[in-house]
């Protein structure tokens, strides 16, 4: 019990801090360009369409955001690292963002140890989706983190997770369980085939056959996890999974975060379940894609213009914050997804 007290009052003081460090996050940084520039929904829509804007503006984010909070986010520069790394060309920032998780990952753990466990595990999962994308040479520091996952999975197979009520990412367990999936279904056949992996890979598929995932958001992961190793969902339950979230699709083509997860706003607001937004379109149709659907299907297409008419002008997809209003940092993870689910769409970006 005294241990557990100690974990929750470390992981409020964590909270804290982040929230007191973000306040700050629109001063310039060293070099102009390196600025993390406030997030509303007052930016005007672009003209026109430009993935190279979108790239851009995440690259210049991530770089941004790891130079002044040293630190890793699922929302800025994790995201980021997913998104650019299945990139044929890397944006300018990639590799120096890449190289602080390696540095993170290898220097700081054996000296001071990870902040947190799902410091651990979104670390291990970004490290695994790059070595899978073949765009570094990360092998080592990929079974080095994985390796460190099994270190912090509980007893019933799961993980203790960051609860900021910062949703979708820092509010749940589930959402830590469903990413370790990714991670470990990311990684090479022969690391999994180790014994530390066996052990934990074991464990993580009894704790997803016993929890009923309450949320759909977090079911749509399992998607991804299994598109690079089956065997996280029978036939069936994908097929619903799909099937829930094309009756989500709103009439303009988008679709809402919130609706993926009926979350409660810290704030006390409620919800806007009506509204399409960017983290929700391109959440929707990278799931759909991986679920194998044809991107030339009807909900894909529509889903995509809604994308291509919704862009700002500084390149992002605008994503209200499921929590508060004085910080919409889903903003940046949703204009990675988008990313990801225009790559998943165009055949000329793999």
């Not at 890793?72 to 190289?99: E, R």
């Not at 085939?193 to 598929?205: D, F, I, N, Y």
Request: hydrophobic letters at 40%.
């Amino acid at each position: 019990m005294i241990q557990k007290t100690r974990s929750f009052r470390l992981s409020l003081t964590i909270c804290l801090l982040l929230g007191s460090l973000v306040v700050q996050a629109d001063e310039p940084e060293e070099k102009p360009e390196l600025k993390i520039m406030k997030v509303d929904g007052t930016e005007p829509i672009s003209k026109e369409y430009s993935l190279e804007k979108a790239i851009t503006f995440l690259d210049r984010t991530s770089m941004a955001w790891t130079n002044k909070h040293k630190c890793f986010t699922c929302h800025t520069n994790y995201a980021h690292l997913m998104a650019v790394g299945q990139l044929k060309n890397k944006p300018k920032y990639f590799s120096a963002v890449k190289d602080s998780l390696v540095e993170l990952v290898e220097k700081r753990w054996p000296d001071k140890g990870p902040r947190w466990d799902a410091e651990v595990v979104m670390a291990a999962a970004t490290l695994a989706l790059l070595e899978k994308n073949g765009v570094v040479d990360v092998s080592d520091q990929a079974g080095l983190a994985m390796n460190r996952v099994w270190t912090v999975q509980r007893e019933d197979g799961g993980f203790d997770w960051l609860k900021c009520n910062w949703p979708p990412m820092e509010s749940d367990d589930q959402y830590g369980a469903v990413m370790a999936a990714v991670g470990i279904s990311a990684a090479s056949d022969k690391y999994r085939s180790t014994p530390e992996a066996k052990a934990g890979l074991a464990k993580l598929k009894n704790y997803l056959k016993n929890q009923k995932l309450e949320r759909l958001h977090h079911r749509c992961i399992l998607l991804w996890a299994e598109s690079f190793f089956p065997g996280w969902l029978e036939e069936a339950a994908a097929q619903e999974i799909v099937e829930d979230l094309l009756s989500l699709q709103r009439p303009d083509g988008g679709w809402n975060t919130p609706s993926l997860g009926q979350w409660s706003r810290a704030d006390g607001k409620e919800p806007d379940f009506l509204v399409s937004d960017g983290y929700g379109t391109g959440f929707a149709i990278f799931a759909l894609r991986k679920s194998g659907m044809d991107a030339q299907s009807p909900s894909i297409q529509k889903g995509l213009k809604w994308l291509y008419s919704h862009q700002r002008e500084s390149g992002r997809w605008y994503t209200r914050s499921l929590s508060r209003d004085n910080q919409h940092y889903l903003t940046h993870a949703g204009t990675a997804l988008s990313i990801m689910a225009i790559r998943e769409c165009d055949e000329s970006l793999k």
